[in-house]
C-alpha cells in the first residue's frame, strides 16, 4: 500500500453538509471544537464558554446535542458511502491504527486532519480509545481485535528487559508468533509496524532497533547515550572520533571531536582499550589503564610467563607490546620470581 490513501470524497465537502443541519450556535460550537474553521484551530471548552458568556458544561451539552442531531439526520444516512469507505480504510491499515497514523496517511493537510477527525468522531463504527500509560490515541472498528492487538504489545512489552534492543525484523517475528491465529490479510511487515506504533511503552531508536520506550538506548537524549549506540552499531572497537562523526550523520546532532572524548572517558559504558579505540564495558573489556589489566589478569589467573601476560592483555587492550613491556616491568607494580613468572605486588 501507498503511504497515501486516496479518498473518493472530499472531507471539508462532507462536514459542511453534516454540519448545514445545526443551528448557527450549534455549527460555531462544533466548527470551534473540532478545528474546521479557516484557521483549522481547535478551541477548548472553557474558551468557547467564554466566547458565548456560558459554562463549559453547557458547551459540552450542545456539543454533544449537535453530534446527536447530526447522526439523526437525513444526510448522515445519505453519506453512509463516505463512513463505510473510511471504514474500509481502517481495517486496510490493520483495524487498529494510531490517530496519528491514521490522519497522517490519509491528508498531510491539518485543516483536511481535522475534518477526517470529524467524521470519525461522527461514525457510529469508529471507537476512540485516548491515550494513557501503556497506548497511544487510537482508533479501531473490530473491539475484540483492538484487545488481542494490545493484549499482544503487552506480552512484548514483559519479555524486554530494561536496556535491551531488538532488531525490527525479530520484534516482527516475536508479535506473529503472539497472533499466529490472526486472519492473515492482517499479517504483514506494513500493519504490524504500525500495530507496534501504537504503543507508548515500546520505542524505536533512530538507528531501527526496538526497546523499552523509557530505555536510554531507544530514548537517547545525550552525546553518551548516542555515542553507546553508535558504538553499539558498529560492534567492534572504534576511534572516538569515528563516534563523533557517526552521531552527526544517525543522529543529526553536531558532536565536536573533543567533547565525545570527553563523554566517553567519564561513562563507565565504555572502556579505552587503545590509543583512541573505544569499546563497551559490556563486551567484557577489563576497565582501567594497560598496568591495571595487567594486575587484574594476574590476580585472576596467578603467576604467568612474559609471552602469556602479553597474549592476555592483547586481548584486552589494543596496545604495542613494547607497551606492556614497559608496564610489566615497573617494580613498584610487579615483581617476577626464579621460574621467570611475573606476580602482582
Same mark, same amino acid.
Given at each position: ?14 462536514? &459542511?453538509? #453534516? ?54 439526520? &437525513?444526510? =448522515? ?8 469507505? #473510511? ?7 490493520? /483495524? ?8 497522517? +496517511? ?5 485543516? %483536511? ?17 485516548? *491515550? ?60 504490524? @509496524? ?8 515500546? $520505542? @524505536? ?5 526496538? /526497546?523499552?520506550? %523509557? ?10 547515550? =548516542? ?6 552499531? +558498529?560492534?567492534?572497537?572504534? +576511534? ?13 546532532? @553536531? ?5 565525545? +572524548? ?11 582499550? $587503545? ?8 563486551? /567484557? ?15 585472576? *589467573? /596467578? ?10 592483555? #592483547?586481548? *584486552? ?5 613494547? %607497551? ?17 613468572? =611475573?606476580?602482582?605486588?
Amino acid at each position: 500500500m501507498s503511504d497515501k490513501f486516496t479518498l473518493s470524497f472530499k472531507p471539508k465537502a462532507v462536514t &459542511k453538509r #453534516l454540519l448545514s443541519v445545526l443551528s448557527k450556535r450549534g455549527q460555531d460550537v462544533i466548527e470551534n471544537r473540532y478545528g474546521l474553521g479557516v484557521k483549522a484551530t481547535r478551541m477548548t471548552l472553557d474558551a468557547i464558554g467564554k466566547k458565548y458568556e456560558i459554562t463549559r458544561e453547557r458547551v459540552r451539552q450542545i456539543e454533544n446535542h449537535s453530534l446527536t442531531i447530526i447522526r439523526k439526520s &437525513k444526510e =448522515y444516512k445519505d453519506l453512509r458511502p463516505v463512513f463505510d469507505e #473510511l471504514k474500509a480504510l481502517v481495517l486496510e491499515l490493520g /483495524g487498529i491504527v494510531s490517530e496519528k497514523d491514521l490522519l497522517k +496517511h490519509l491528508s498531510k493537510d491539518q485543516s %483536511t486532519q481535522n475534518h477526517l477527525n470529524f467524521l470519525l468522531v461522527i461514525g457510529e463504527e469508529f471507537i476512540r480509545e485516548k *491515550e494513557d500509560e501503556e497506548f497511544k490515541h487510537r482508533w479501531h472498528v473490530d473491539p475484540e481485535l483492538a484487545k488481542r492487538i494490545q493484549g499482544a504489545l503487552r506480552k512484548l512489552y514483559s519479555k524486554l528487559s530494561d536496556d535491551e534492543l531488538v532488531l525490527e525484523s525479530d520484534l516482527i517475528d516475536d508479535f506473529l508468533e503472539e497472533v499466529k491465529d490472526l486472519n492473515d490479510k492482517y499479517k504483514n511487515e506494513e500493519v504490524i @509496524k504500525r500495530w507496534l506504533s501504537i504503543s507508548n511503552k515500546i $520505542g @524505536k531508536n533512530p538507528l531501527g532497533e526496538w /526497546g523499552r520506550a %523509557t530505555s536510554p538506548n531507544v530514548n537517547a537524549k545525550g552525546m553518551r547515550d =548516542y555515542a553507546f549506540l553508535v558504538i553499539r552499531k +558498529h560492534g567492534s572497537p572504534i +576511534h572516538f572520533k569515528e563516534v563523533a562523526k557517526a552521531i552527526s550523520q544517525y543522529f543529526d546532532k @553536531k558532536a565536536h571531536v573533543a567533547t565525545t +572524548h570527553n563523554e566517553l572517558i567519564k561513562d563507565p559504558r565504555f572502556v579505552l582499550v $587503545g590509543r583512541g579505540l573505544y569499546a563497551l564495558a559490556e563486551w /567484557g573489556y577489563m576497565s582501567g589503564v594497560v598496568k591495571d589489566v595487567i594486575k587484574k589478569i594476574l590476580e585472576k *589467573e /596467578g603467576p604467568l610467563t612474559k609471552d602469556e601476560v602479553i597474549k592476555k592483555v #592483547l586481548k *584486552e587492550r589494543y596496545v604495542k607490546e613494547n %607497551t606492556i613491556m614497559v608496564n610489566l616491568q615497573n617494580p613498584k607494580y610487579f615483581k617476577k620470581d626464579p621460574s621467570g613468572r =611475573y606476580h602482582a605486588v
